[in-house]
């Protein structure tokens, strides 16, 4: 599984598909979109244009790339990508 932090661009309310994100992220070009309903993100509360996200299996589609799954950045992700390199 494939994992990149990306930061939040933009929020899109109402989405024809529902609700969604769009973040961009150093690890690939263009921005990565994700829906902000379960099962996909898996927070509470929706993030913020601005604030960090961890995004995972991450799929090319006609329209861009998208993300299967998403939550907040947490310390440990930063810990644990530390330790990766």
Known sequence: ??????KVTS???H?????YAVAT???IKGSVTFS?????WE????PESGD????SQPREKRGGWRAEKA???????DRASTSAT
């Open 11 to 13: 929020i899109v309310r």
């Open 36 to 40: 902000l309903e379960p099962p996909v």
């Open 25 to 27: 992220s150093d690890q």
């Open 1 to 6: 599984m494939e994992i990149m932090k990306a």
């Open 52 to 55: 960090s996200v961890h995004l």
């Open 15 to 19: 989405g024809p598909q529902g609700p």
């Open 43 to 46: 927070e509470d509360k929706w």
């Open 71 to 77: 939550r907040f950045w947490t310390l440990s992700d």
